[in-house]
């Protein structure tokens, strides 16, 4: 890859990231609208938190009032950090029995009341004819498009699985976005968009390929390692140029968990990468030249994209491992600036030019102010994590970034 094309491609990524996560938008709100063939009184009885279809959704477990002005309690089928249903305590107001009804959020038992300190939605039901429009309405603060693209998708998503409700009276689960069948072929739409930056031909289709199963085989390995931790359920999705997204079923429990789930990315290639190394080694001693180029190309890609994660940045899975096992902002700024000195010195050593590493070193600390603070605030404090977990993270990230760090030399003297 040119230095323009690496040049555009990091640039790029960086806007995009700032686009999604950091952009402050003040106050947005988001309407969905659509008429649903159904009575007014059914609809209202499925959207009311106190309605006698309210659980259509299988979302409300309950609801109770509080007191005589509109507080409510709602449980939610959504498990918290202790896998147990969230509960929320709302507020009600302008409520039309059968028409419309508002709600804002005063604190629930998963996020810190401040994420809910500008959110407000409206539920309006407008007869049409023999049908209904439902208006689904929600305000709130944001920063970056990609909360606020979600929760528009979201919305419009509830109104389709209601729609689909009222015709056949159950509710489908799931949808076409995280449906396997089209994150493959997200997968196959980020290989072909990154197939230019490595050259239009077969072998630039092929670093595309082994570039995109890398980073599936990351995310595999946060996956398995929210399965370990006790999440029930836990789902990749795939976005195309910016990569994958793992996520799991319940809010993080403890900060051991965090930085396991962090280090498994990596730590799931670390078993593989010696493996590649090996069979490319057996392919060419064998004479299966393309085989072993293959395979040498797939260990050093492998090893330099789950390096790159291991950079102290605040959203990458080194910057996160290092907050939760570093004691204090000292050892903490110690640790980060140990590590990044350490990334540089082995691209320094891969045989990477020193301008380019300036320009890595710089990309990072911009990509690290533009995302810090930018985590959601939980209800209480993660538990703490002991002494022996705090080593044996601090030992695992050490492993993971030797065994990356081989075979990226490794990689850089047997391909270049």
């Given at each position: ?218 995310e595999l390995g946060h996956m398995a390692a929210f399965r370990l931790t006790g999440h029930r359920r836990a ?182």
């Amino acid at each position: 890859m040119s230095v323009i094309a690496t040049v555009t491609l990091v640039a790029g990524n960086l806007g995009l990231i700032f686009f999604l996560m950091t952009v402050p938008l003040g106050l947005r709100t988001v309407t969905v609208s659509r008429v649903i063939e159904a009575g007014r009184n059914r609809l209202w009885q499925a959207l009311w938190p106190f309605g006698s279809d309210a659980g259509w959704s299988g979302e409300i477990l309950s609801a109770e009032p509080m007191d005589g002005e509109g507080t409510t309690s709602i449980k939610l089928s959504w498990e918290g950090r202790d896998g147990r249903p969230i509960e929320r305590k709302a507020r009600l107001d302008d409520v039309v029995e059968g028409s419309r009804f508002s709600m804002r959020v005063v604190e629930d038992t998963a996020l810190d009341p401040s994420f809910w300190a500008d959110y407000r939605e409206t539920t309006a039901l407008a007869p049409e004819g023999d049908a209904t429009r439902v208006t689904l309405t929600q305000t709130d603060r944001y920063r970056g498009v990609a909360f606020l693209i979600f929760r528009y998708f979201a919305m419009r998503r509830e109104l389709a699985k209601l729609q689909v409700w009222a015709r056949t009276g159950t509710y489908r689960r799931g949808g076409w976005f995280e449906h396997p069948v089209s994150q493959i072929g997200f997968a196959v739409l980020s290989a072909f968009i990154l197939w230019p930056f490595f050259g239009l031909n077969l072998g630039g289709l092929a670093l595309a390929a082994i570039l995109t199963s890398v980073v599936a085989l990351h995310e595999l390995g946060h996956m398995a390692a929210f399965r370990l931790t006790g999440h029930r359920r836990a789902r990749m999705i795939f976005i195309p140029l910016l990569g994958g997204i793992a996520m799991g079923g319940r809010p993080y429990d403890s900060r051991f968990e965090v930085a396991f789930v962090a280090l498994m990315g990596a730590g799931f290639s670390a078993f593989l990468v010696p493996l590649l190394i090996a069979a490319s080694g057996l392919a060419g001693s064998e004479g299966h030249r393309l085989a072993a180029v293959l395979l040498a190309t797939l260990a050093g890609c492998a090893s330099l994209f789950n390096i790159a994660n291991l950079v102290p940045v605040w959203k990458f899975d080194g910057g996160q491992v290092l907050r939760q096992i570093c004691p204090g902002p000292i050892a903490l700024a110690l640790a980060s600036f140990l590590l990044l000195f350490a990334l540089l010195a082995l691209g320094w050593r891969a045989g990477f030019s020193p301008s380019f590493l300036l320009v890595a070193g710089t990309v990072f600390s911009v990509l690290s102010l533009l995302t810090v603070g930018s985590g959601v605030k939980p209800r209480h404090e993660l538990k703490p994590i002991r002494a022996f977990d705090r080593l044996a993270m601090a030992g695992a990230l050490l492993a993971v970034f030797a065994i990356h760090g081989y075979g990226v030399l490794w990689a850089s003297a047997r391909l270049m």
